[in-house]
C-alpha cells in the first residue's frame, strides 16, 4: 500500500506564499511520478503540477508556471509544492498524488488533502 499525508495549507492574503508538504510511505517505489491538484468548491478537480521520480522532470499547469515549484527531498521521501504570489483564486483544497507512467498516465494513489486560502 501507499500513504501520502498532505501539510502545509493555511490562510494567507493575496500575494503571499506558502509551502505544502506531501510525505509519502510504502510502495511508492512501484510509481513513476507525484502530482499535486486542487479542487476548488463547485469546480472539477485540475491539475498543478507533477514531478518524475528518475529524473525529476516537471509540469505545471498555465495558471500557476512561475508562481509555483515542485520539487522532491529523497532522503525525506517529501515532494513539496513552494506557492507564490497567491491569488484569491487559488483557493482549494490541495491533494497530492502518485501513479505509473508518464505525466498522461493515471494516479492511482490520494491523499487526504489540504486547505488553502487566499484572501483579498
Known amino acids: 500500500q501507499v500513504q501520502l499525508v498532505e501539510s502545509g495549507g493555511g490562510s494567507v492574503q493575496t500575494g503571499g506564499s506558502l509551502r505544502l508538504s506531501c510525505a509519502y510511505s510504502g510502495r511508492t517505489f512501484v510509481f513513476t511520478k507525484m502530482g499535486w491538484f486542487r479542487q476548488a468548491p463547485g469546480k472539477e478537480r485540475e491539475f498543478v503540477a507533477a514531478?518524475?521520480?528518475?529524473?525529476?522532470?516537471?509540469r505545471y499547469a498555465d495558471s500557476v508556471k512561475g508562481r509555483f515549484t515542485i520539487s522532491r527531498n529523497r532522503s525525506k521521501n517529501t515532494v513539496y509544492l513552494q506557492m507564490n504570489s497567491l491569488k484569491p483564486e487559488d483557493t482549494a483544497v490541495y491533494y497530492c498524488?502518485?501513479?505509473?507512467?508518464?505525466?498522461?498516465?493515471?494516479?492511482?494513489?490520494w491523499g487526504q488533502g489540504t486547505q488553502v486560502t487566499v484572501s483579498s
Open positions: 514531478i518524475t521520480w528518475n529524473y525529476d522532470t516537471t
Open positions: 498524488a502518485t501513479g505509473p507512467g508518464d505525466f498522461g498516465s493515471s494516479y492511482d494513489y
